[in-house]
């Protein structure tokens, strides 16, 4: 491998591997480029492509959205790059990516893009990151914004008998069953290899549920194990009643007053499931255009 392809490779996957860690060019206030500007007005484009030592600046039309808002995402470069699109992250609270998109800079040195906070990938309250690059990690800025109010658990893509569970960037319809028990919200963990179902009780109960192997598993040398199943941190009996090549249905008693279950196994899905690919794809698209790019412009002549 020659030296080029080796600084390619290593691009691609300090792109893929890294996000949120990287220098920023910050947005500040320029009270002398824009007089008439209150503290409301910081991120108004007026003021900001008045900042033309800024390689790039992003900002929201609000900081404060409820889970049916719909952000819309402005910003400038500073120097157009014919070809060279925008791409803007949104990572939310748990440091997982919930949307990305890529945004053609107009003729005026400005990009703007609108994204709905109703997708079940943004079920969480809490802050959100929204970034955007323009071509080299470097170049970059990002604002914070809030979500808030009631924050729903895609129950509306989930039909009857199935229960929402959010993990690896995406939320799994789960057959479930439950007496006496219901359940408030769930999610799964790749750091913890656990299924967790938050819950209220109306007395002694039980809930039944089917558990997607590629959402969460417990194998050992190619074969099942039992998975460790705790309520309140106790350690519990369970019974699994049934499996197959994708499923696993556990059965688990559930005492009156108890307020979690958490499910642990050997395997749980990947932080970011399908949207890594997505992530990899726009880094390597990236690197090659710039590589490209680059190579031309020191070409030498004769």
């Not at 030592?53 to 039309?61: E, G, H, Q, R």
């Not at 945004?103 to 609108?114: A, K, L, M, P, Q």
């Not at 913890?192 to 039980?206: M, N, Q, R």
């Not at 050992?220 to 499996?243: M, N, P, Q, R, T």
Request: hydrophobic share 40%.
């Amino acid at each position: 491998m020659n030296s080029y392809a080796l600084s390619v490779l290593i691009a691609i996957l300090a792109a893929a591997g890294t996000l949120a860690i990287v220098p920023t060019y910050a947005s500040t206030f320029d009270e002398e480029a824009c007089p008439d500007c209150g503290s409301d007005d910081i991120y108004t484009k007026a003021n900001l492509a008045a900042q033309n030592d800024l390689p790039i600046a992003v900002w929201t039309d609000s900081r404060v959205y409820d889970h049916e808002s719909e952000v819309v995402v402005s910003g400038t470069v500073a120097n157009i790059k014919p070809g060279f699109p925008v791409t803007v992250t949104v990572i939310g609270p748990q440091n997982n990516i919930v949307s990305i998109h890529q945004v053609e800079v107009s003729e005026d040195n400005t990009f703007e893009t609108v994204f709905s906070t109703s997708s079940a990938l943004f079920n969480a309250n809490g802050m959100y990151t929204v970034r955007a690059q323009y071509g080299p990690q470097e170049i970059n800025d990002k604002v914070a914004i809030e979500l808030v109010g009631e924050a729903p658990m895609g129950e509306a893509a989930c039909g009857d008998g199935e229960l929402a569970v959010k993990g690896g960037g995406e939320v799994y319809c789960v057959p479930f069953e439950a007496d006496g028990v219901v359940a408030t919200g769930s999610s799964v963990s790749s750091a913890t290899k656990s299924l967790i179902l938050k819950i209220e009780t109306e007395g002694d109960g039980f809930v039944s549920l089917a558990i997607p192997r590629d959402v969460l598993d417990a194998t050992e040398d190619g074969s099942d194990v039992d998975f460790i199943v705790l309520v309140d941190d106790d350690e519990a009996d369970y019974e699994e009643v049934d499996s197959d090549d994708s499923t696993r249905w556990v059965e688990i008693i559930v005492p009156e007053g108890a307020s979690q279950i958490e499910i642990i196994g050997t395997y749980a899905v990947p932080e970011f499931g399908t949207m890594a690919a997505i992530i990899l794809a726009v880094a390597i698209v990236s690197i090659i255009a710039v590589s490209a790019r680059t190579r031309l412009s020191i070409s030498p002549r004769y």
